[in-house]
């Protein structure tokens, strides 16, 4: 089942994918806030359920996407796991033994259809498709034998990033992350039950129909089972964060010359079993 957050007649809620529409779940279910509290009281299966069996209240062009979870507690990000992005960097180094990791906030992503913000303090705004887990249970120190079972859904993002601003400081790549609506995430999250989030995926990128970027999971080299256990080895994932799982190569600031975005560039992001994240990109003005 695909499951997504919308606004609609002026109102945020979330729902479900069915029956050639959107049903409105959360209209239906007033003690469930947003996805984020169905995915903690484990109701996900019952809400399909309820979904498929009932009329759908808007079409997807009544809606405005958000953020599948926009309220997540942490959205964690994984750079440089493309075995073939490590050698793109042509440093000669080897392959690493653990993962790089980096956050996001919440302001820094925007839903599908949305416009992509460029900030004028730079003209380095690059994109970065990716595959994204959706957490769907509290855990800690989980095997990789058992990471499968603590995924609720997969998603889509664009990690967009601000090439300059991560050059800033040695170690520090914050400050490219961050920039408000810089990147996107969506356009809903399909659940584990619907496509297995630990199968092999293809995520490809293009930008104006130009295909930039193109892979998939079988060249991670820290597949998604990994990330988990590495993650939970330190931290506790609650339901509903975000994880990112690292962009193949192809970016913009891998070619020569560079092609970073600019006004009015359409940025497509697919996903095999989930759909495309789509984005205009505009100037930020405020």
């Known amino acids: 089942m695909k499951f997504l957050t919308f606004d609609a007649n002026g109102q945020t809620s979330f729902g479900a994918v ?9 209209r239906r279910h007033e003690d469930l806030p947003d996805l984020r509290q169905a995915i903690r009281e484990d109701r996900l299966g019952t809400l399909a359920t309820e979904a498929k069996a009932a009329d ?18 942490k959205i964690m990000c994984v750079g440089v796991n493309y075995a073939n992005r490590n050698a ?24 599908h ?8 303090e730079s003209d380095q705004l690059d994109y970065e498709g990716e595959i994204v887990m959706i957490i769907g249970k509290e855990c800690r120190r989980v095997s990789q034998a058992d990471a499968h079972t603590v995924v609720a859904g997969l998603t889509i993002m664009n990690e967009g990033s601000l090439r300059d601003y991560i050059r800033h400081g040695k170690f520090n790549v914050t400050p490219g992350k961050n920039f408000e609506s810089s990147g996107s995430v969506g356009p809903w ?7 297995d989030p630990m199968g092999e995926h293809q995520v490809t990128t293009h930008v104006n129909g130009e295909k930039r970027q193109n892979d998939t999971t079988e060249s991670l080299m820290f597949p ?5 256990e590495y993650l939970t080895s330190f931290c506790r994932l609650k339901p ?6 690292g962009t ?3 970016a913009g600031a891998r070619f020569d010359p560079p092609k970073y975005l600019t006004n009015g560039d359409i940025v497509e992001v697919t996903v095999s079993g989930i759909g495309t994240l789509k984005n205009t990109v505009q100037p930020e003005t405020s």
């Open 18 to 26: 069915a029956n050639g529409g959107v049903v409105d779940l959360g």
């Open 56 to 73: 759908a209240d808007y079409t997807l062009d009544d809606i405005i996407f958000l953020p599948p979870v926009p309220n997540p507690e």
């Open 88 to 111: 793109e960097y042509k440093d000669g180094s080897d392959l690493p033994k653990y993962p790089s990791l980096f956050m996001r906030s919440r302001e820094s992503l925007t839903g």
């Open 113 to 120: 259809l949305q416009p992509i913000l460029d900030p004028p």
């Open 189 to 195: 999250m399909v659940t584990a039950e619907e496509l």
């Open 224 to 228: 998604f089972r990994r990330i988990i």
């Open 240 to 245: 509903g964060d975000v994880i990112a799982t």
């Open 248 to 250: 193949p190569n192809g």
